[in-house]
């Protein structure tokens, strides 16, 4: 079994501050790693995601993400949050062996960006 | 975006009532999948499928059922609703079982 924890449910940042919202996994196999991002009343989006090589991922919308295996996170970071990157940010893991890849999503991190 | 439809897109309900949610995609993706979100757990996975007549139960499966006939369907039935299943449903596709893409969701109220 597998499980994800998002360590905070809500971020305010003000507009062009950085931001890192935090990812920690739990699985006894290895895993593939996603961020998601949820805009209101939209569905999900894929922002980033680590399947195998380099551990520090570009994502869509100036996002990068690092996969750390010793500390088993995957956080998420932005130099310089936009009013518009205000959303509900989604890390989400799946067993890399498993061929149906069933996602095991974290609680959610609501980020606001203020000017 | 991915070729992902739902329909309907909400819907209100009486307990007790059946109620069928539809995914449609145009993309050819074998796997399907359907998930519920609520406030504080984020999406939970109810059901999935890696093919036609193929599905399997998720983490939250009890009083849903599913049907896939066609690679470009996947129907989500629950056959008596209760309240507890007021909840927003989403679809989502994958081709080789790495990354999902998601559908708009349906946002179901059970009264």
């Known amino acids: 079994a597998q499980s994800v924890t998002q360590l905070d449910s809500q971020v305010p940042v003000f507009e062009e501050a950085p931001v890192e919202l935090r990812c920690n996994y739990s699985?006894?196999?290895?895993?593939?790693l996603f961020w998601y991002v949820q805009y209101p009343n939209q569905g999900l989006q894929l922002l980033l995601k680590?399947?195998?090589?380099?551990?520090l991922v570009k994502g869509i919308n100036g996002f990068e993400a690092e996969f750390n295996k010793s500390q088993t996170s995957f956080h998420l970071r932005k130099p310089s949050v936009h009013i518009s990157d205000t959303a509900e940010y989604f890390c989400?893991?799946?067993?890399?062996?498993?061929?149906?890849?069933?996602?095991?999503f974290g609680t959610g991190t609501r980020l606001q960006v203020t000017l | 975006d991915a070729g992902i439809t739902q329909s309907p897109r909400h819907k209100v309900t009486e307990t007790g009532t059946p109620v069928t949610l539809r995914c449609h995609q145009t993309?050819?993706?074998?796997?399907m999948y359907w998930y519920r979100q609520d406030p504080g757990h984020g999406l939970r996975l109810i059901h999935y499928?890696?093919?036609?007549?193929?599905?399997d139960k998720g983490e939250v499966s009890d009083g849903y059922s599913v049907s896939r006939s066609k690679t470009e369907d996947f129907l989500l039935t629950l056959e008596s609703a209760t309240s507890s299943q007021t909840s927003v449903y989403f679809c989502?596709?994958?081709?080789?079982?790495?990354?999902?893409?998601f559908g708009p969701g349906t946002r179901l109220t059970v009264t």
């Open positions: 680590y399947l195998s090589g380099s551990t």
């Open positions: 989400a893991v799946s067993e890399r062996l498993s061929t149906a890849s069933k996602l095991t």
């Open positions: 699985s006894s196999v290895s895993v593939y």
């Open positions: 499928s890696y093919g036609v007549k193929d599905t």
């Open positions: 993309e050819n993706h074998r796997y």
């Open positions: 989502a596709i994958s081709d080789r079982g790495s990354e999902q893409y």
